[in-house]
């Protein structure tokens, strides 16, 4: 008997999902049909930096992080802030937030990203390989920047962290030795850590294109439209959308920083919030970038984007309904031109995002707490390309309900 599965959400983890469970599926006459409201890449996985950014292992939500709260208040354009109006909103989140920074969690965190990282960028090569995607990725590893000794030193238990995990690295001590890597920029900044293992895609938006072909061509099907309520028995999985009723034996939310209107109707409501980021990408020949940039404290990072400059990153967590605020563009712009003297700024494309964020910096991969059939897969926050092809496959697993790679239980629905 042949079986529908849905994927709602045609983001880089739903296609990535999509695409793996139809290679699992081939010539089994089962259905793998992927749902969006708006069509492939259409939100936060067009514009991000691109990076796959599997070095990364420390959480947002670190010891002390909230001594910080009140000027996230006070400084609209600074690395975090809250808009005021949307302060008394997000207190249930900032509570669990505050939570995952004690100690004992922020490790528990580490580890479980740690895990994670290894598992997607061995995932993320296997998919590169099945889809002959090399061409779409450039390896130009990833350059750390500090303006002093002090915010230097400070940084070392972020460098530590790789240390323990492995993740090799290449600390620069000078204005000369960062030259050698990145030449062009300010030698304001006096030290540096160069990661080679971090690599990016050309273009975010052409790479999950480039995957969602592939999904189609091995036979998987795409239909538009918004899903406005589910729900789920033990015999299938209801979904409807504006102009119809779709029923799945099994179906996936991937559907990013929305996910939790759809886990809320199966009796799931999780603490989902929107890390909005703002970036500017500049035209080709804006400067001569060679590996992507992350500016320490400043919050932002730079990073090749279609032979140009895409001038991008901060958190401003501020939902989905606020109206953007491009003058935080403006800002990581100004900055960057201060910071890389022979950038021309000008002929840029603004665009904001949402990330989808959990309170402890990890995703949700798990089905559902109720319903067995329905599978969760989204909350990534700032690593959702990273984190895409790994994803694909743990959610595959609790599809065909066998054993993972990895232990499961760090990324369950039922953790908060």
Not at 3 to 12: D, K, L, Q, Y
Not at 113 to 142: N, P, S, V
Not at 359 to 383: M, N, T, W
């Amino acid at each position: 008997m042949t079986r529908t599965v849905v994927i709602i959400g045609a983001g880089v983890i739903g296609v990535s999902t999509a695409l793996r469970l139809q290679e699992e599926l081939a010539g089994k006459g089962d259905q793998v049909v992927l749902l969006d409201r708006k069509g492939v890449a259409a939100e936060t996985s067009q514009g991000n930096a691109g990076a796959f950014a599997f070095t990364d292992v420390e959480p947002l939500a670190h010891p002390g992080i909230m001594k910080q709260a009140p000027g996230w208040l006070v400084d609209p354009l600074g690395p975090l802030s809250i808009p005021p109006s949307y302060a008394v909103k997000l207190v249930p989140w900032l509570l669990r937030f505050w939570r995952a920074s004690l100690p004992d969690r922020y490790r528990a965190s580490i580890v479980s990203q740690a895990a994670l990282m290894k598992h997607c960028e061995e995932a993320t090569e296997r998919q590169i390989a099945r889809t002959d995607g090399e061409h779409l990725i450039q390896r130009l590893g990833a350059l750390r920047l500090y303006d002093s000794e002090a915010a230097f030193r400070a940084s070392k238990h972020s460098w530590d962290l790789r240390d323990e995990y492995g993740i090799d690295y290449t600390l620069l001590h000078s204005p000369d030795e960062i030259a050698e890597i990145q030449p062009g920029l300010s030698r304001h900044f006096t030290h540096g850590g160069f990661t080679p293992g971090w690599h990016s895609t050309i273009d975010p938006k052409a790479w999950v294109e480039h995957l969602f072909a592939a999904f189609l061509q091995r036979g998987g099907r795409f239909e538009q439209a918004e899903v406005r309520d589910i729900a789920a028995s033990d015999d299938e999985v209801v979904l409807k959308t504006a102009d119809t009723t779709l029923r799945a034996d099994q179906v996936v939310v991937a559907a990013g920083a929305w996910s939790h209107h759809l886990t809320k109707r199966l009796g799931d409501p999780l603490p989902l919030e929107t890390e909005r980021g703002y970036n500017t990408t500049l035209p080709p020949g804006a400067f001569d970038l060679r590996t992507s940039l992350s500016f320490g404290k400043h919050g932002f990072v730079v990073s090749p984007i279609k032979g140009g400059v895409r001038v991008g990153g901060a958190v401003e967590l501020g939902g989905l309904e606020l109206p953007p605020n491009y003058k935080r563009a403006d800002n990581l712009l100004a900055k960057a031109s201060r910071f890389m003297p022979g950038l021309d700024i000008s002929g840029g494309t603004q665009w904001m995002g949402y990330r989808p964020s959990m309170p402890d910096s990890l995703p949700v991969i798990s089905q559902s707490r109720r319903h067995k059939s329905v599978v969760y897969a989204f909350g990534h926050g700032h690593v959702g390309l990273t984190q895409s092809a790994g994803t694909a496959e743990l959610a595959v697993d609790l599809l065909q309900g066998r054993k993972s790679l990895i232990d499961m239980a760090p990324y369950r629905a039922d953790r908060f």
